[in-house]
């Protein structure tokens, strides 16, 4: 368990020493998703966040695809999102608020299941 540990600490720390870079954007949303975190209903895989309201997020920078997942069951899709919000997102202590301020109203975005 103390090397899974010191693992996930290094690998936060070096994403955090990339942050803002194009490396960065290209790696965070698939470096620590697995095949279980693929979202029901989504394309993409997703990384489970820490929020009261958000589940999870998945982010597809060829296609500019943000996907949130939420603990009542809602998977939305968002439309053209720079991967500039999407790591702004992430790194956000708040997901919910970083969400209700910064994505919604300012991209299109459908319901896939929910």
């Known amino acids: 368990m103390q090397v899974w540990a010191a693992l996930l600490f290094y690998e936060n720390e070096?994403?955090?020493n990339l942050a803002?870079?194009?490396?960065?954007?290209?790696?965070?949303?698939?470096n620590r998703a697995t095949?279980?975190?693929?979202?029901?209903?989504?394309?993409?895989?997703?990384?489970?966040?820490?929020?009261?309201?958000?589940?999870?997020?998945?982010?597809?920078?060829?296609e500019r695809v943000l996907?949130?997942?939420?603990?009542?069951g809602g998977l939305y899709r968002y439309e053209n999102v720079p991967a500039e919000v999407h790591v702004a997102l992430m790194m956000s202590s708040s997901k919910g608020g970083y969400l209700a301020q910064f994505v919604k109203g300012r991209?299109?975005?459908r319901l896939i299941s929910g």
């Not at 803002?20 to 698939?30: F, N």
């Not at 489970?48 to 597809?60: E, F, H």
């Not at 996907?67 to 009542?72: C, G, N, R, T, Y």
């Open 67 to 72: 996907e949130v997942a939420f603990h009542s």
């Open 35 to 62: 095949p279980g975190t693929l979202a029901v209903g989504g394309a993409l895989l997703h990384e489970p966040v820490r929020s009261s309201n958000l589940r999870s997020v998945g982010y597809d920078q060829a």
């Open 20 to 30: 803002g870079t194009a490396e960065y954007r290209a790696i965070i949303s698939v």
């Open 14 to 16: 070096r994403l955090r």
């Open 107 to 109: 991209y299109r975005y």
